[in-house]
């Protein structure tokens, strides 16, 4: 396959990737890279994309700890420090089955849909294809269509309980790689590709709304501050749905979109319309073959297909994300790992029967597990009265912050019940922020009254009028503001606590900072009374 651009391989390194010096994750459009795949030669496409990461880098890419973190320190920290410590556990993550299956499946997919595409251009420089990125305008001349003649592409289906780390896993995955790719034609002529999009489905929202987050995610992905595809996309009460559909199938190929999955599908609002079916938007993967995906619970992949099998089809295999809350040695395994995190005042090394009752208590579920561990520390610090962390202290805390949670658990495969844990699960981690929220509130308060009760805190403030006062009356370049500001940077020095007892040695310290302030500053001020050299000769002198 010959190229529409003319293009160079990157020369890479054993086990390196293209993309490897490039800070992606914080950009939003990178230069297209590419790498031989010897089935798709000359595919732009396909050849910009990075490869799979094999299981070792997968095995680095899942394990996520609390940087910094020293079991010696934490137990020096106050309260409501440890709490917001405890609440960092919440990015903790566990190489799980659902990652490595991922990394395959969407690649795939990736390829599929980019193989089954050919560019359309138009050499005469039509406007209309041109895009918005970063709320400026780029010239384009071509689009990326699908052909007719290949079969449709498959996509993912990701299924699972609420809370089992389906959208953890999406973020780990797509850190491998660039979200938009910029392709260079000749002169100013570009080809955008955004390699993927996760839209959030709207919760009770219909179609229409989903059309809208759509647009969104686009925005995002081009780092469009200023809304411009979402407010292309917002039907509103406005407008046909297949108006949007195929405004949807304009920006899929204006952009080279490769896959677009829906997170969380089991947000939207289902009924028996036409309007609220997947249909008019699978429609579009025959039309463009963008590769499709859907990532939610078993529910609601029912309610989606209702046993449409060609439907089902379309999205290919399915992975049940949940499959590993069963898997008893790799839950065991995580339980080791988080309390590796922990702030209790004696390390504690969890036993078997405290490691029973924690999956009696979560049944694998790995934001029950995290969300039950952080109200054991947190109860901990909280409690006058320290008590035994061990399996009683364990129930007694699903009891108190998950009340009626275990008797779901043994039900999980009715939706309803599914659907009641999951709500339950929310507000335990809403609580949860609110008693964050509350110690860090008496934590202010105790600062504030310790400062107001400090021997010297009315020293301080004479101090500071001093200062403020004197700098004022030698050299009006500065308002009280401004020294007051300057002031308090000298008394959090430490030659200013040295010294902050010496009235003059701080006037001076301020004074001098001032002025090297202002040398640094380039800008214009306005012209004011400056002190004389003898003034400021005598200022700064010791009056010894």
């Known amino acids: 396959m010959s190229s529409f651009i003319e293009y160079e391989y990157e020369k890479l390194e054993n086990g390196s990737r293209q993309y490897d010096a490039v800070d992606y994750l914080s950009m939003r459009g990178v230069k297209a890279r590419y790498v031989s795949y010897s089935t798709d030669t000359g595919n732009p496409y396909i050849e910009a994309l990075p490869k799979p990461r094999i299981q070792s880098e997968l095995d680095i890419a899942c394990r996520r700890g609390i940087p910094g973190y020293r079991y010696e320190e934490e137990k020096k920290k106050e309260p409501h420090e440890k709490i917001l410590s405890i609440l960092k556990l919440r990015d903790v993550r566990f190489p799980l089955p659902l990652n490595y299956e991922l990394e395959d499946e969407v690649f795939n997919a990736l390829v599929l849909s980019y193989r089954a595409r050919a560019m359309f251009r138009d050499e005469g420089g039509d406007i209309s294809l041109g895009y918005e990125a970063h709320n400026q305008k780029h010239q384009?001349?071509?689009?990326?269509i699908g052909n007719d003649a290949s079969a449709t592409n498959a996509g993912?289906?990701?299924?699972g309980y609420s809370g089992c780390g389906k959208s953890s896993a999406l973020e780990t995955l797509f850190r491998n790689y660039p979200q938009y790719i910029i392709?260079?034609?000749k002169g100013m002529t570009t080809y955008p590709q955004i390699v993927?999009?996760?839209?959030?489905?709207?919760?009770?929202?219909?179609f229409r709304g989903l059309y809208k987050n759509i647009g969104v995610a686009i925005d995002r992905a081009l780092g469009n501050v200023k809304p411009v595809y979402e407010n292309e996309l917002d039907a509103g009460e406005r407008g046909t749905l297949s108006v949007y559909t195929d405004r949807v199938r304009q920006l899929i190929e204006k952009f080279a979109i490769g896959i677009i999955i829906f997170d969380e599908i089991q947000h939207i609002h289902f009924d028996a319309t036409l309007e609220n079916s997947f249909e008019s938007i699978l429609e579009l993967s025959n039309k463009t073959k963008v590769a499709f995906g859907v990532v939610g619970t078993e529910d609601s992949y029912g309610k989606i297909f209702s046993g449409?099998?060609?439907?089902?089809?379309?999205?290919?295999?399915?992975?049940?994300?949940?499959?590993?809350c069963q898997n008893r040695v790799l839950f065991d395994y995580n339980v080791k790992q988080l309390f590796k995190?922990?702030?209790f005042n004696k390390l504690v090394e969890p036993d078997e029967e405290l490691i029973d009752k924690l999956y009696d208590c979560t049944k694998g579920i790995i934001d029950q597990l995290i969300g039950l561990y952080m109200y054991m520390n947190i109860d901990y610090v909280r409690a006058q009265r320290k008590p035994k962390v061990n399996a009683d202290y364990v129930q007694r805390t699903m009891e108190r912050h998950y009340p009626g949670v275990m008797d779901l658990l043994s039900n999980l495969k009715d939706p309803k019940v599914e659907a009641e844990r999951a709500k339950l699960a929310k507000q335990a981690n809403d609580d949860m922020q609110q008693i964050a929220q509350e110690e860090k509130r008496k934590a202010a308060e105790k600062a504030a009254l310790n400062a107001n009760k400090a021997p010297d805190a009315e020293r301080i403030i004479e101090l500071k009028q001093f200062v403020v006062s004197r700098i004022?009356?030698?050299d009006d370049r500065f308002n009280a503001s401004t020294i007051e500001n300057m002031v308090d940077k000298v008394l959090g020095s430490k030659e200013g606590k040295e010294k902050s007892n010496d009235d003059i040695a701080i006037m001076r310290m301020t004074f001098k900072k001032l002025q090297n302030a202002g040398k640094t500053d380039k800008r214009k001020a306005p012209k004011k009374k400056k002190a004389?050299?003898?003034?400021?000769?005598s200022f700064l002198e010791d009056n010894e």
């Open 140 to 144: 384009a001349d071509g689009v990326l």
């Open 156 to 159: 993912i289906t990701m299924l």
């Open 183 to 185: 392709h260079k034609g």
């Open 196 to 206: 993927y999009l996760v839209v959030q489905c709207p919760p009770h929202s219909n």
């Open 308 to 324: 449409n099998l060609r439907q089902s089809r379309r999205l290919g295999a399915e992975i049940h994300a949940d499959v590993y």
């Open 341 to 343: 995190y922990q702030w």
């Open 472 to 474: 004022m009356e030698i």
């Open 532 to 537: 004389s050299p003898a003034e400021i000769l």
